[in-house]
């Protein structure tokens, strides 16, 4: 059986619903059940349901063969995986956040709150713009709101979070999807049992 981890809450409906389409059918319902380890009906694949930040290290440690997380997540770890394939899933926008007309690239130096510390580090030194990360796990928007930081770098999805806390985009940094991602020895040894998944994951779009 070949195991596959799926983050919890929002992306999880979606990942679900592109493994049915792929052809496979789950003895448990995603939505409902408080199960953390779901299998298909054929016994061919098991989901695993964990953290977004815990796949890769899951997936790296061959305790599971693959996962389908997040482009953020998978900048954000130090893993050694191999990345397989890009979904339409889990679309989305990493992005500089803060009040309206805030000129952040005429600063001189800037506190940033974020999740995403890699990435942040790495779009700021490109700028050339000195600054100060403030790392933080969540509610990021927070951040400006009551004075921890200047601005926050963070996914936007809807943008509903940000308009409705009063804050707007100032820059977009890149697009993020959601990515399959494979443990290297896994992929090459069980490569046979792997293909046929691997042919219907490659040949579905969701
Ligand atoms: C993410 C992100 C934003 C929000 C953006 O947070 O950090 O806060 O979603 O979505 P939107 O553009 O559709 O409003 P998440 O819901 O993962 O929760 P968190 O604040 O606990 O990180």
Avoid: W
């Avoid at 009906?41 to 061959?62: E, F, H, R, S, W």
């Avoid at 996962?67 to 953020?72: C, E, I, Q, R, S």
């Avoid at 990493?94 to 995403?116: D, E, H, Q």
């Amino acid at each position: 059986m070949i195991t596959i981890a799926i983050c919890k809450g929002r992306t999880a409906k979606q990942a679900i619903k592109f493994l049915v389409q792929c052809g496979y059918e789950f003895k448990d319902d995603v939505q409902t059940t408080r199960k953390l380890i779901i299998e298909s009906t054929d016994n061919k694949i098991q989901v695993i349901l964990m953290k977004g930040q815990d796949i890769p290290i899951y997936v790296d440690a061959g305790v599971v063969d693959m996962g389908l997380v997040g482009k953020d997540t998978l900048c954000e770890s130090d893993c050694d995986v191999y990345e397989i394939l890009s979904l339409d899933i889990g679309k989305c926008k990493l992005a500089v956040a803060g009040y309206a007309n805030f000129n952040f690239k005429s600063k001189k130096f800037l506190k940033i709150g974020t999740k995403y510390p890699t990435m942040t580090k790495a779009y700021f030194k490109a700028l050339g713009i000195r600054h100060e990360i403030v790392e933080l796990s969540g509610s990021v928007e927070l951040a400006p709101l009551i004075g921890l930081s200047d601005v926050i770098v963070d996914i936007v999805e809807t943008g509903r979070t940000l308009s409705e806390n009063d804050l707007t985009v100032l820059e977009d940094i890149c697009d993020i999807s959601s990515k399959i991602i494979a443990n290297k020895l896994h992929f090459k040894t069980k490569y046979a049992e792997n293909e046929p998944i691997i042919n219907s994951l490659t040949s579905t779009k969701l």
